[in-house]
């Protein structure tokens, strides 16, 4: 390897794991020095990092889906990247990458686990949006699963949000009905007037069950469940005969501590389930990225250009305020997909 | 059509909608006289009547995947009948047919109801279990859902009756591993004895995850449902990444009034769904019928032939004797498939 000077990076370790909410004390920052990068490896200086729901899960020992991180350890994000010094073939220092350089400043990374981010003429914190992770959840989502059809009525829980949003577009684009979940006046007129939503329902409204059937006259075909609790009660009445329910998170979740001490919904749940013959299924993005990739890279390139796929980023500037903007992501607090500017 | 003599029929009818479990004055037994029957048309004596499960459903108001029985109505089931006066071409006095003939002694059926039993060199009450509605539910549900490969571990809730002792065995013909549960001794070493399972768990035992987690020691890849309660909560952490569960019955609640004032399960199971990216589907076999009928009477004819499915049949004799066996059957008194015989 070529001669390197090492690098600091100041970065963010999980400090303790939280119960419910996490708060400052969950995060520590540190500076660390970085080797130079072996055989194979990148070293990258982050410019975005992504923050996302599922992070939370990470945060906590109980099994989920991917394994906790360590205590002490540097928190996983993925992240937009300047490659400083290559140790694989395929990168060149100066280009940009997509990778997982996680909560700091810089990082050395596999070379296998980073992507060139192509030159489609949109801006680079798309490769974590709309172009990235979220929108490809979307989009191998609803052709997996929630393979909506023309003349169809959707209903997506945290719509306003980068998975939520571009669910909801995929549908229109496919020529069904869109209606969107949000908090609040002001992301729920964003849904419709800017997003061409057909309805918009504020689940803080205390008459949001019937708001939610007004919105749904011919029912409900596909509801995409990233949310858990009372948008899915709401729902369930409302589903239609093979309905189906792509189920990729469970942010209002993601805090508990505890079993909730309420009636038990899981016989009316599955009453629904047997009754309507619909279809559940959880999935996790990669078990679909072989397959549909390349075609999603082309797709969303193509439905941004037209106009027809358009999203909203709330970028946050400086990695010292990524604690308290990933508490505010588990609360609804920020409005479009979530990044840390470093 | 021809002249024909008035014919009468010794029925029962719904008297009342069961609170909960049904009781002797839910029913009531009168006897009426049958018209002839019109062009397309059949009169059919009753020879054997289904009762399964799902009939519970019908004795209720509330929106399930048929509609109630309106009371003062014949309870509906599907029988093996014998034509006496054909209105319709396909049939002929004397023929044998399953049909949908009910809790009553004789019937005026559409012809377009009933099919010709298949001379297959098995008895005619077959027609209403293993080479009828529950053989094909099982059949279909494994074909279209529960998809399960050699070596993997399918478990099945009811296994003892016939939709579940199919299952069993078309799993192991399928080359994977068979785990049934059932209550009582008897019907576990009916299961792994008579028809071959690799184990039984009794969902009396007061253990019984344990157990159920000792003969799944490599995980459950396709939980057949069809009870509910807490055979699905022992179920949850055994399920493998990309689990299917075929949902057709929840006998298990088919009587409850109300929502069960026990901690909520429902956001387990959605974090389960998740995090293993399961697959939940509901079904009624009438969905898969013009796709696997012809299939599944072949094939399960054969297995039948060759030793590798066995059934069970419960006959309890006497119209008068349906109401105490079909409150029975709810409460798992029965063992094999229930019929009257007329």
């Known amino acids: 390897m070529a001669f390197s000077a090492t690098h600091s990076t100041t970065r963010i370790v999980l400090a303790e794991r939280p119960e419910g909410t996490p708060t400052a004390s969950t995060f520590r920052t540190e500076t660390a020095e970085l080797p130079a990068p072996a055989d194979g490896q990148l070293l990258v200086r982050n410019r975005y990092i992504s923050l996302d729901p ?41 280009q940009l990458v997509a990778t997982y350089g996680g909560w700091q400043s810089a ?67 496919a020529g069904a009905r869109a209606v969107g979940v949000a908090g609040g006046a002001e992301k729920c007129a964003y849904l419709v007037d800017e997003l061409g939503f057909d309805a918009a329902v504020d689940h803080r409204s205390a008459d949001f069950a019937d708001r939610l059937k007004s919105a749904c006259r011919d029912g409900i075909d ?57 279809t559940v299924r959880g999935f996790i993005q990669t078990e679909f990225r072989a397959k549909h990739w390349d075609g999603f890279q082309q797709d969303m390139a193509r439905l941004v250009a037209e106009g027809r796929m358009k999203y909203r980023e709330d970028v946050v500037e400086g990695l010292e305020n990524a604690p308290e903007a990933f508490i505010g992501l588990l609360e609804g607090r920020n409005f479009g997909k979530l990044l840390i500017k470093v």
Chains 1, 2 share one sequence.
């Open 54 to 94: 599922y992070m939370r899960g990470r945060m906590s020992a109980a099994k989920s889906y991917a394994k906790p991180t360590p205590l002490g350890e540097v928190l996983p994000a993925e992240t937009v990247a300047e490659v400083v010094e290559s140790g694989h073939p395929d990168f060149a220092a100066g």
């Open 107 to 173: 990082a050395v990374v596999p070379g296998k686990m980073a992507r060139r981010i192509a030159d489609n003429g949109l801006p680079e914190s798309t490769a974590l949006g709309v172009l990235g992770m979220p929108g490809f959840t979307a989009y191998a989502g609803m052709a997996e699963i929630g393979r909506i059809q023309a003349g169809e009525t959707l209903v997506v829980a945290a719509a306003a949000g980068p998975v939520g949003s571009a669910v909801g577009q995929l549908a229109k684009a």
């Open 222 to 278: 596909v509801y995409w469940e990233n949310v858990g609790g009372k948008v899915l009660e709401a729902v369930l009445p409302l589903l239609n005969l093979y309905g189906r329910m792509p189920v990729c998170g469970m942010v209002a979740q993601y805090n508990a501590t505890g079993v909730p001490e309420v009636p038990d919904r899981l016989p009316g749940f599955m009453r629904a389930v047997l009754n309507q013959s619909l």
